[in-house]
């Protein structure tokens, strides 16, 4: 990842539960902690990192599982994956590096481990940005053949191990090319140091279960999760940015993602956001200059849309 930011590694965690976070730190000023999607790592966030560390304190993270952070055990209810355990990680990390209160930046699967943040760390994130996702729980409430067409790799990954697993292995690199070439505008949207980064971390069959697990996760104990939440009145209390590509599949649900987000707030005014013109899934690749004019406008306390 280009720019002045130096790599780290904490051990975050209690015995028996730890777990090893690597990421960068670089800038000075107001903390933004920077979270990638699947299938990649925090050099997702290189177009735009270098540019907000001029005048805040960046953090981007690898998930757990997730390229150079540690693999823990997912257990046999996949809970060492959930989106609660991946935002603890987060939240200590920070707090480790100083910062008892910090806006988010999530992407994809980072965006789903903010949403948690935003409901069991509420004192902790000031303001949060989701990058073209919906609600996990509104996405499997609301299947239908384009959603599944579009997202097989849903269904997929949550079979059981390790059959997934013994299927991608045939070709994991030219699986992990499809993917990222097919979501968006194709695999030359991707810097070719970021693309490198993604294509060491899926090599590793270690880490392709890991996110195998984070799936698996995603389709039973967060949903029971969001479920308790849903039941105890819960909801997004900090104000919220939401992104989507105008292209792809979050923009072309049938109800605005705006209005999806506004319902998981417990005021919808804190929720502000619009679509990213000529972009699919991969916002920060596709499209940066616009990507990073809105989270600039964000943080700076503007709301669009």
Do not use: C, K
């Not at 195998?212 to 029971?224: C, K, N, Q, T, V």
């Amino acid at each position: 990842m280009s720019g002045d930011l130096t790599p780290f590694d904490l051990t975050v965690g209690g015995p028996g539960e730890q777990v090893s976070v690597h990421g960068v730190r670089g800038g000075d000023g107001p903390p933004v902690l920077l979270l990638h999607g699947f299938p990649q790592t925090h050099a997702m966030w290189g177009p735009v990192a270098a540019d907000l560390a001029r005048d805040h304190t960046v953090v981007a993270t690898d998930l757990r599982g997730y390229g150079a952070s540690g693999r823990p055990e997912a257990g046999p209810d996949h809970a060492g994956y959930s989106f609660r355990a991946m935002a603890g990680d987060q939240v200590e990390v920070m707090r480790r590096l100083g910062f008892d209160s910090f806006t988010v930046v999530g992407h994809d699967r980072g965006a789903r481990v903010t949403h948690r943040m935003l409901l069991d760390h509420p004192g902790r994130v000031r303001r949060a940005a989701l990058l073209d996702i919906l609600p996990t729980a509104y996405v499997y409430s609301h299947v239908d053949r384009a959603l599944a067409t579009a997202y097989y790799h849903w269904f997929f990954f949550i079979q059981p191990a390790d059959l997934p697993e013994r299927l991608i292995a045939g070709d994991p690199i030219g699986y992990l090319h499809r993917l990222l070439g097919g979501w968006g505008s194709g695999l030359d949207a991707h810097p070719a140091e970021a693309l490198a980064s993604y294509e060491r971390a899926f090599a590793d069959p270690a880490a392709r279960h890991a996110m195998m697990e984070d799936y698996r996760a995603g389709a039973s104990i967060d949903l029971e999760h969001d479920a308790a939440d849903a039941e105890a009145g819960n909801r997004i209390t900090a104000p919220t940015l939401v992104l989507w590509g105008e292209s792809g599949v979050v923009g072309a649900n049938a109800e605005s993602p705006l209005e999806v987000w506004r319902r998981a707030a417990a005021d919808p005014a804190l929720v502000s956001g619009r679509a990213v013109a000529q972009a699919g899934h991969f916002l920060v690749d596709e499209r940066p200059a616009e990507t990073l004019a809105a989270i600039r406008g964000f943080l700076a306390g503007q709301q669009t849309g």
